[in-house]
């Protein structure tokens, strides 16, 4: 019964294509060795693509948790220079590398430190590094979505948000 | 022949792979598409498809029954 129901599906999925089904007729109306074999050819390449696809279908997933699995763990082995915290703020030396993104080039990471009259904050923002107070000033004095920030630096919105939550955690924690 | 089973197979994957990159970080995510479209590839090569059924006698069982 089992077997039964899976020539069905597949004889119904093959036949579904109007070349396929065009071909079954014109062989019931004229049988030909040629038109025979045709369909067997057909057929077989049918069945080859619906075992393939079935396969990936379950286990594709698999592969790809495997691969990241790998990349994990090749890079817990083998830190790069550039991942390595830089200095007690908890930037990463990645962090501070410039983007030759032309936009980059018009901010000002100064202006942070202009608005800011209360001297104790103004002395630990002036403390951050130039990419948190960027960053800093465009999320809060431009008031731009972490998106956009994202964008204009072209870095990714988690690096913006990661970078902007140690920040204010150096503020917090200095701010007596 | 054996390509166009190929490019069909990995077109209509092209789906699933892309939903499955999101499992990986931004700069991995080409180099695993990569990856999964070897393995697919790859399988597609060494499947053995010994026992393929054969389309008449799949319609002589369909219509005994």
């Given at each position: 019964m089992g077997w039964y129901f899976v020539g069905n599906r597949l004889l119904e999925t093959f036949l579904i294509d109007t070349e396929n089904k065009q071909l079954y007729n014109s062989y019931l109306e004229d049988s030909t060795v040629k038109k025979k074999e045709m369909l067997e050819r057909r057929f077989s390449y049918h069945v080859k693509k619906i075992r393939i696809l079935s396969y990936f279908i379950k286990t594709l997933h698999f592969e790809s948790k495997r691969f990241d699995m790998k990349i994990r763990n090749f890079a817990y082995q083998n830190?790069?220079?550039?991942?390595?915290?830089?200095?007690?703020?908890?930037?990463n030396l990645l962090d501070l590398i410039a983007s030759d993104n032309r936009f980059e080039r018009d901010l000002d990471s100064n202006k942070l430190e202009e608005i800011i009259e209360d001297k104790n904050l103004n002395r630990i923002v002036s403390a951050l590094t130039a990419k948190q107070k960027v960053i800093l000033n465009l999320i809060?004095?431009?008031?731009?979505?972490e998106e956009t920030v994202a964008k204009q630096l072209g870095i990714t919105i988690q690096a913006v948000n990661k970078t902007k939550k140690t920040a204010l955690n150096n503020i917090r924690q200095r701010y007596i | 022949m054996e390509n166009r089973l190929e490019l069909e197979v990995i077109e209509m994957l092209k789906p699933k792979i892309k939903f499955l990159l999101?499992?990986?970080?931004l700069q991995n995510r080409d180099d695993l598409e990569q990856e999964l479209i070897l393995i697919i590839l790859k399988k597609i090569k060494e499947?053995?498809?010994?026992k393929l059924p054969s389309f008449f006698e799949l319609i002589e069982e369909d219509q005994n029954e």
């Open positions: 830190p790069l220079i550039l991942d390595k915290t830089s200095d007690d703020y908890g930037a809060y004095v431009k008031d731009l979505q | 999101r499992q990986t970080d499947k053995d498809y010994n």
